[in-house]
């Protein structure tokens, strides 16, 4: 694992098989150095064609990478296990085409893809976030929410913000009490993984 906020240098896109781009406390829109470093080292990836996976922070720099728009959620943080929709366009997606309809997730952020890079593919949307799943190309794919996350983490992510969603007219009482598992989306990032010849994660 690199932590570019630390300072890490990113290895050369050719020099790799495949990358997840994680979540970060970070704001897109604060167009911090190191930030913008990495949406430049996506932009040399796409041009290889490399795999990329995009999680939350990971999934609005792939997008402001890209040249998509990125700023706050129009009403605020959406935060805990929601329910996403399947588009049409996921019926000839290869990985999102197995997903059911509608699935759970969990999610937790305050930014969100607002305008989507040209050429990009929507493929699962919820009722706050229309920009939830894309897919960019042929080996690139993000997830506004956060497929690694299990109901736990969840929790302890509301807990931790439960003074702020508060402050912003949210319930974080019904929101710890309506989180659930959700196995479709821990397992996208796995198939993923298996579909472009990683090592499962």
């Known amino acids: 694992m690199i ?13 790799v098989a495949g990358a997840l781009i994680t979540g970060s406390a970070a704001m897109v829109t604060e167009r911090a150095p190191w930030s913008e470093r ?22 609005q720099l792939m997008s402001h990478a890209l040249g998509g728009r990125v700023d706050y959620l129009p009403g605020g943080r959406e935060i805990g296990t929601v329910s996403l929709n399947m588009l049409d366009t996921a019926k000839s ?18 930014q969100s893809v607002l305008e989507l890079p040209q050429g990009t593919t929507v493929l699962a ?14 080996n690139a794919m993000s997830a506004q929410f956060h497929p690694e996350f299990n109901a736990d983490v969840m929790r302890a992510y509301i807990h931790r913000k439960q003074h702020d969603m508060k402050r ?6 019904h929101t710890f009490r309506q989180v659930a598992p959700t196995p479709l989306a821990r397992r996208l990032f796995r198939q993923f993984s298996r579909h472009h010849g990683l090592a499962a994660s």
């Open 93 to 110: 997606d290869p990985l999102a085409s197995a997903l059911p309809t509608t699935f759970r997730a969990h999610a937790t952020h305050e």
């Open 125 to 138: 949307s919820s009722d706050r976030d229309p920009n939830h799943l894309v897919r960019y190309g042929r």
């Open 38 to 59: 990495t949406a430049g080292w996506i932009r040399d990836a796409m041009d290889l064609e490399l795999p990329l996976f995009g999680v939350c922070y990971g999934h």
């Open 168 to 173: 912003e007219g949210f319930d974080p009482h």
């Open 3 to 15: 932590d570019v906020q630390a300072g890490e240098a990113l290895p050369a896109p050719n020099e």
